[in-house]
């Protein structure tokens, strides 16, 4: 055999996800079933501690909630996101419609999604978003 | 809001137990759940007190273990944590942390694993903790069966 012909497939590390969310329970929630769906999971309850974390590892994909305490909220933290150019992928989730939000009409920050919504729409948005299907062996 | 996922089956000879993990320091807190994780174990986590009684309280959690910081932010540190626990949820069992040395005498009285686990700690070393806190449990449930038989 030709090895220059052989190709070798990467390890498919899970994609990391950094849930930002000051509500333990959601945050929970939502991180509990991202676990299950095969992805390694981070949970910020603040924009400081996702910085924390931006700062020290990869990530591949946010979620965050807009509404959080703190000096910064959710659109403060996917703003910096892109003025750093962080290769990661954005979600954010929010109960406000948009012309509360504010949002530039030329500004693409991510997809939305509105609460109250269903764990089980996180998981698919985010599963859509990274083009990631769980491993079959796991 | 769907409800939380149930446990899913255990393979043989993985941890059954659900560990939840109180640590402010966020990156802290990721490495030990990370690991518990690894080695099979539930894992929630809280940034403080207030949401650790919030998790022990949500009906459709059933946490076995408490792995809580001391000195943390907000209305409790790790020691009311212990001690609420101790007066409203007898079942949990409670593992402080803590890089104050002078801090070991109180959690002796409030953890029924002994001294607390002084910071800078191994996971090793919690995992350590954790069987020999259900391996206690397991022994204290069978005494209580053989006196009443």
């Known amino acids: 055999m030709n090895a220059s012909k052989v190709t070798v497939f990467p390890r498919r590390e899970p994609p990391v996800i950094l849930v930002v969310e000051d509500d333990v329970i959601t945050r929970s929630l939502v991180s509990d079933e991202l676990r299950s769906g095969g992805f390694k999971v981070l949970e910020a309850a603040s924009t400081d501690d996702a910085v924390a974390v931006l700062d020290t590892m990869r990530v591949d994909l946010l979620f965050i909630a807009i509404r959080l305490p703190g000096a910064h909220n959710g659109l403060d933290l996917a703003r910096l996101v892109r003025a750093r150019a962080i290769p990661a992928k954005l979600i954010l989730a929010t109960g406000m419609e948009d012309e509360a939000l504010g949002l530039p009409k030329d500004e693409d920050l991510g997809p939305f999604l509105r609460k109250p919504y269903q764990v089980s729409q996180v998981v698919e948005l985010v599963s859509h978003s990274l083009n990631w299907s769980e491993p079959a062996d796991k | ?149």
Request: proline content about 6%; hydrophobic content about 40%; some cysteine.
């Open chain 2, 1 to 149: 809001m769907s409800t939380i996922s149930t446990n899913p089956t255990p393979k043989p000879g993985t941890p059954v137990e659900t560990v939840l993990v109180v640590e402010d320091e966020i990156l802290i807190r990721h490495v030990i759940a990370d690991y518990l994780r690894e080695c099979g174990y539930r894992v929630f986590e809280a940034v403080n007190a207030d949401e650790a009684v919030a998790m022990i309280e949500t009906p459709e959690i059933s946490i076995d273990i408490v792995f809580s910081d001391v000195q943390m932010p907000g209305s409790m540190d790790g020691f009311a944590l212990a001690r609420w626990i101790r007066a409203n949820k007898k079942g949990i069992q409670v593992i402080l942390t803590s890089g104050v040395e002078r801090s070991a005498d109180i959690a002796a009285t409030l953890c029924e694993a002994g001294p607390l686990l002084e910071k800078p700690y191994e996971p090793q070393g919690v995992i350590e903790r954790i069987r020999q806190l259900t391996a206690n449990a397991g022994a204290g449930q069978m005494q209580a069966r053989s006196d009443k038989t």
